[in-house]
């Protein structure tokens, strides 16, 4: 945890993001770590939980975080949340919580209330189009015995 922190706090000292870092460990070792690199990258996913997910999972060769544990600086906003889901590590632990965050404008319940919402009252439009053409390539996803589940 401590050098989830550290990278937190490197990452604002050295204006590369906001204050986030993470790391993956496993076996007791630390196997990668990722700190948020939203505006030095100018990519929105480039959050320190999602940066170390794919760091990790290089190092790995693999797309889960099997018997992995996630150190984050902050509890995860909901697309690393998300993401973690995704990559199925045993545990996550966090330093600051997602109310602490709020409070210097790293506000995610707006996200949190619009995803309790049907589509249609959303801020963000939602439509479906062509969903009769789309869904051939979950036929073929599923007919395909070659695949690797996940």
């Known amino acids: 945890m401590r050098k989830a922190i550290a990278l937190s706090i490197d ?4 204006n590369l993001g906001g204050p986030f870092g993470a790391v993956v460990v496993k076996d007791g070792h630390i196997i990668a770590t990722g700190t948020n690199c939203v505006t030095s990258h100018n990519d929105p996913t480039a959050h320190a939980e999602v940066i170390a997910i794919r760091n990790a999972c290089k190092e790995l060769n693999s797309f ?7 150190y984050t600086s902050c509890e995860p ?9 995704w990559a199925r590590p045993k545990a996550v632990y966090y330093g600051n919580t997602k109310a602490d965050a709020a409070k210097i404008d790293f ?6 209330n619009e995803l309790d919402l049907p ?24 007919k395909n015995t070659e695949k690797t589940e996940y």
């Open 119 to 142: 589509l249609q009252e959303r801020k963000l439009k939602m439509q479906q189009l062509l969903g009769d053409e789309a869904i051939q390539a979950f036929e073929l996803w599923q």
């Open 64 to 70: 889960q975080l099997d018997g992995c544990e996630i």
């Open 77 to 85: 906003c909901p697309m690393c949340l998300g993401a973690i889901y």
């Open 11 to 14: 990452n604002v000292k050295n």
């Open 107 to 112: 506000d995610d319940q707006f996200i949190y």
